[in-house]
C-alpha cells in the first residue's frame, strides 16, 4: 500500500529528469580590427579582434538577449580551434556557445569565412543542444556578422519525455488503486 509521502516523493522525482532543448538562432553583428599581415589583405590575417559586437536577430531561446561576451580575438589563416565563443543572458539564463568544431572555408582578399558546429548551453547539463555557426569577415567596412541555428534534433542528451507529468499521473493512478483497494476490503468485512 503505498502512502501519499511515497506518492508524493515519486511526483517529485519527475521534475527533475526533464530536459528542456535550447531552439532558435542568434546572430551578431559588428567591426573587426585586422591583426598581422597587409591591412585590407584578409589572405594576410593572422586574427581579428571583434570591435563593439552587437546582438542582431534572436529567435526561441535567444529572445530578449543581451551580450555578455564575443570571442577576441579570433585566429585565422590557417583557423585556430575556438572554444567558447560566445555567452548572452536572457533574463537570469545565461546562454553558452562553444564550438567543437571549426573549418575557414573561403578566404579571399577580400572575405574570409568560418563555419563549425558546437554546443548551446544554458547551465543545465540535460538541456545541452547541438547547433552550427558561421562566422563572415568582409573587407568592406571591416565589418562581420556571425550566426547560429541551434540542431532541430533538438538536445545532445536524449530527453524523459514529459518526465514531470508522466510521474504525477503514476501517483494518482495508484492513489486510485489504493482507495478502491480500501473501498473492496471494506466492502467484503460486512
Same mark, same amino acid.
Given at each position: 500500500m503505498l502512502t501519499a509521502a511515497a506518492i508524493a516523493a515519486l511526483v517529485s522525482l519527475g521534475?527533475? *529528469? =526533464? !530536459? %528542456?532543448?535550447?531552439?532558435?538562432?542568434? $546572430? #551578431?553583428? $559588428?567591426? #573587426?580590427t585586422q591583426n598581422g599581415g597587409t591591412r585590407g589583405n584578409l589572405t594576410t590575417a593572422t586574427s581579428m579582434t571583434i570591435v !563593439? @559586437? +552587437? &546582438? $542582431?536577430?534572436?529567435?526561441g531561446s535567444f529572445v530578449g538577449a543581451t551580450l555578455v561576451s564575443f570571442a577576441s @580575438?579570433? /585566429? %585565422?589563416n590557417p583557423a585556430v580551434g575556438l572554444t567558447i565563443l560566445w555567452q548572452v543572458m536572457v533574463g537570469a539564463i545565461t546562454y553558452t556557445f562553444t564550438s567543437t568544431s571549426e573549418v575557414q572555408d573561403v578566404t579571399t582578399i577580400?572575405?574570409?569565412h568560418l563555419s563549425g558546429t558546437g554546443t548551446i548551453t544554458d /547551465? &543545465? +547539463?540535460a538541456d545541452a543542444t547541438t547547433g552550427t555557426w558561421q562566422l563572415g569577415f568582409g573587407r568592406s567596412g571591416e565589418? #562581420? =556578422?556571425?550566426?547560429?541555428? !541551434? +540542431? %532541430?534534433? /533538438?538536445?545532445? *542528451? @536524449?530527453? %524523459? @519525455?514529459? $518526465?514531470g507529468s508522466t510521474v504525477a499521473y503514476l501517483g494518482l493512478g495508484l492513489c /486510485?488503486?489504493?482507495l478502491f483497494s480500501k473501498k473492496l476490503t471494506a466492502g467484503s468485512k460486512q
Open positions: 521534475s527533475v *529528469v =526533464e !530536459a %528542456v532543448p535550447i531552439t532558435g538562432d542568434i $546572430g #551578431f553583428t $559588428g567591426e #573587426f !563593439a @559586437p +552587437a &546582438i $542582431g536577430t534572436t529567435h @580575438p579570433i /585566429g %585565422v577580400s572575405h574570409l /547551465g &543545465i +547539463a565589418s #562581420f =556578422e556571425w550566426q547560429s541555428t !541551434a +540542431a %532541430v534534433d /533538438g538536445p545532445t *542528451v @536524449p530527453t %524523459v @519525455p514529459d $518526465g /486510485g488503486l489504493s
